[in-house]
């Protein structure tokens, strides 16, 4: 068995997700450990079992710093003390600086095998592109009720939408209502619609399409 | 019940060192779990149901992750194929976001990792409940 299967297997039976696996001890207790369990579940399958454990504990203690220092950067950008660009390049930093010290610790080549890169590849690691898009209705979010009615962009991109509503079929425009303003799953419009799942996701894909500003409705809504 | 293949899928993104991931099911969903749903080389298969995956990937495929804040797409495209029991671990750069976020995501209230069995995240929670059938 190769080494990413068995870490799959691993995490699986850390997980209760191989039936075969018995789960010892109290639940509630173990949960606390999960992210010392997998911790463990990859150092022992990439690094082997007899790897040096002062070591370990050195990278699982900035692994538990990591995460600290991350929530606490989250917690600054949902507090809107950090931009959202702000926050990816202090992300990037933080996780520059914790690889090169586990490299540190841990030797270049025993660096590659535990996380299955070379530090330099590692670089950057985070999309900010995909943050920045998946943030952008964070900042319309943080707007008062007051404000949003107010705001001519807002009026502007409501009244575009509800313009682009009107071009649609009805089939298309009951979708949208179960899809975004009741959050039914793409299932459950196919049985409320008597309609086949693929024809829904069809309509899904092209009405989303066509109405690139339906996330922001669904934040603003939601 | 649908019962079905959900497979993950790894997209190789110019300019950066990790993998998009994203979920595709036999069923004909496509679940692009922040990014782009295509051109993306099948990374782990398994069987399970899709009704439930569909009802995980809820809202908008994000599947209750805040991006960068509890979990990347790796996390987002774990959940969704927790009904199959498989993980995107062949992706490029997934050790190092299980390093950071865990396999499921992380809670930042509590700073714990998400666990099926023993901390199960909200929405899992919500789907097993609304899926029950007798």
């Known amino acids: ?222 | 019940m649908a019962t079905g293949t959900l497979t993950g899928f790894g997209l190789r993104m110019q300019g950066l060192p990790a993998d998009h991931t994203y979920v595709e099911s036999s069923d004909g969903h496509v679940w692009p779990c922040w990014g782009r749903s295509a051109g993306g080389k099948s990374i782990c298969v398994g069987t399970g149901n899709t009704t439930q995956a569909d009802c995980l990937s809820q809202p908008n495929s994000h599947a209750g992750i805040q991006y960068l804040g509890t979990g990347v797409c790796h996390q987002t495209a774990n959940r969704i194929l927790h009904p199959a029991g498989v993980f995107v671990s062949g992706a490029r750069g997934y050790r190092a976001s299980v390093f950071i976020y865990g396999t499921y995501g992380k809670d930042l209230a509590t700073g714990r990792f998400y666990s099926p069995l023993l901390f199960p995240w909200p929405e899992l929670q919500r789907c097993l409940t609304s899926h029950v059938h007798p």
């Open chain 1, 1 to 222: 068995m190769d080494m990413e299967r068995e870490f799959d297997k691993r995490i699986a039976a850390i997980h209760g997700l191989d039936r075969t696996a018995h789960v010892a001890g109290n639940i509630e207790e173990s949960a606390m450990h999960t992210r010392h369990e997998e911790f463990q579940a990859m150092t022992s399958v990439f690094l082997g079992d007899d790897f040096d454990r002062g070591k370990l504990w050195l990278v699982e203690s900035l692994q538990r710093a990591l995460h600290e220092r991350q929530t606490e950067l989250y917690r600054l950008f949902e507090s809107h003390e950090l931009a959202p660009d702000e926050y990816v390049e202090s992300l990037n930093t933080l996780l520059a600086d914790t690889f090169a010290a586990c490299e540190v610790i841990l030797g270049t080549e025993n660096f590659v095998k535990l996380f299955g890169a070379p530090r330099s590849e590692l670089a950057g690691f985070v999309d900010r592109d995909t943050f920045l898009q998946a943030n952008q209705p964070h900042e319309i979010n943080s707007l008062t009720a007051e404000e949003t009615d107010t705001s001519d962009t807002a009026q502007s991109d409501v009244t575009n939408i509800l313009e682009a509503l009107s071009h649609l079929s009805e089939t298309e425009q009951h979708i949208i209502r179960l899809l975004y303003f009741e959050k039914l799953s793409s299932d459950e419009i196919a049985q409320a619609l008597d309609l086949k799942v693929s024809n829904v996701i069809k309509i899904r894909q092209r009405v989303t399409k066509k109405l690139g500003k339906l996330r922001d409705i669904e934040r603003r809504v939601g």
